[in-house]
């Protein structure tokens, strides 16, 4: 197999574009440099071409965790197409706007009011001003990767070992103005007394709490619930980001599973499933005090987002997507354990 083409325009990326691609996760010699296909011409099903020719089923992260219906997927597709047809953006909204916000409030009816953005660490921005706003204050405890912005990069301006057992360890702050440090705290998945260190240390500071509900361990000794009631006592808001976790498990969010609610959940990645379409959903008398910041941008308008979003919440109903991806994820995990038993090789899943 040659994947010559593929990057010969890596190299040229690389020249033109810092790092050669705007994502981390997207970078070829992460997997194998010189081998690992860089560029996608072709993306339909499970099926990917790439500048070689070459044919893969991915069997990687389906875009990052975006295509949970299949890349190209024809229902979002002839949404979207039939979208840009009509006009995807104007001077005036447009209802899809309207019709997601509906769809995402009847999956969580604890909440009642939503906001959009277009990516998961913007939209993940956006809840952090939201509850920085709503409880007046800076502090920040937080568990994973919750993306690039300053506030979250700002854990590792004490020492870039803060993200330790996080998603991505050791993501330099370079930029990051050196006035964060001291707002933003780590604790992780499972660990209740580390939040209670930090509940006590930072006192009336600490405004916001947030984790993903479930990433790869399952809450042991009602983790989350114990998270919600701190977070209450401590006067802070709970943010639940389902930004990857959203709609595998459940329709509407890991956290259902645990019948633990937030005070705001964010969606965004398998949301659009490939179309840029991020939510921040949450209870009104938090989401009510966006209107007392500004949060604002053109292109969180746009009606693409909006029209793919719509369709995609209805065709994870209709086809059971978690479902689904249960039993394929037990599947492969079937194949594990067995070629591991024949091979004596021990495995941890
Ligand atoms: C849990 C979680 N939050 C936030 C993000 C950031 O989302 P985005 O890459 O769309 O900005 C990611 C991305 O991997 C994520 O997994």
């Not at 209450?232 to 645990?258: K, M, Q, Y």
């Not at 070629?339 to 495995?347: K, T």
Request: charged content about 20%; some cysteine; overall charge neutral.
């Amino acid at each position: 197999m040659k994947t010559t083409e593929g990057w010969n325009l890596y190299e040229k990326a690389k020249k033109l574009i810092p790092g050669g691609t705007q994502l981390l996760s997207k970078r070829p010699e992460l997997f194998a440099p010189g081998l690992w296909p860089p560029y996608a011409v072709d993306a339909k099903g499970c099926t990917i071409r790439d500048l070689d020719g070459n044919s893969f089923i991915d069997m990687t992260t389906m875009g990052i965790g975006t295509c949970l219906l299949g890349y190209a997927d024809p229902a979002v597709n002839e949404t979207v197409i039939n979208a840009v047809r009509r006009g995807s953006m104007s001077s005036l909204n447009f209802p899809e706007e309207v019709e997601l916000a509906e769809l995402l409030l009847e999956l969580n009816p604890w909440a009642q009011m939503t906001r959009f953005a277009r990516t998961g660490g913007e939209a993940l921005a956006v809840a952090v001003r939201i509850a920085r706003a709503c409880s007046g204050r800076v502090g920040i405890a937080f568990c994973g990767y919750h993306g690039w912005h300053d506030w979250y990069l700002a854990a590792n301006l004490m020492s870039t070992g803060t993200l330790e057992k996080h998603l991505l360890p050791g993501l330099e702050p370079k930029g990051v103005p050196p006035q964060l440090a001291g707002t933003v705290f780590p604790f992780h998945y499972n660990n209740i007394s580390e939040l209670d260190e930090i509940i006590s240390s930072q006192g009336k500071t600490l405004g916001v709490i947030i984790l993903e509900p479930l990433r790869y361990n399952e809450p042991k000794d009602d983790f989350l619930l114990e998270v919600k009631k701190k977070a209450e006592t401590a006067g802070a808001v709970l943010v639940f980001d389902e930004v990857t976790s959203g709609w595998r498990h459940t329709l509407g969010g890991a956290h259902r599973l645990f019948g633990v609610t937030p005070d705001i959940a964010v969606y965004a990645k398998a949301l659009g499933n490939g179309y840029p379409c991020a939510a921040i959903v949450g209870r009104e008398e938090i989401m009510k005090t966006a209107q007392s910041t500004f949060i604002s941008s053109t292109y969180w308008t746009e009606r693409v987002g909006f029209a793919a979003g719509c369709t995609v919440l209805k065709e994870f109903k209709r086809r059971n997507v978690p479902q689904l991806l249960r039993n394929a994820g037990e599947a492969v995990q079937a194949v594990w354990r067995k070629c591991a038993g024949e091979s004596g090789i021990p495995i941890t899943i």
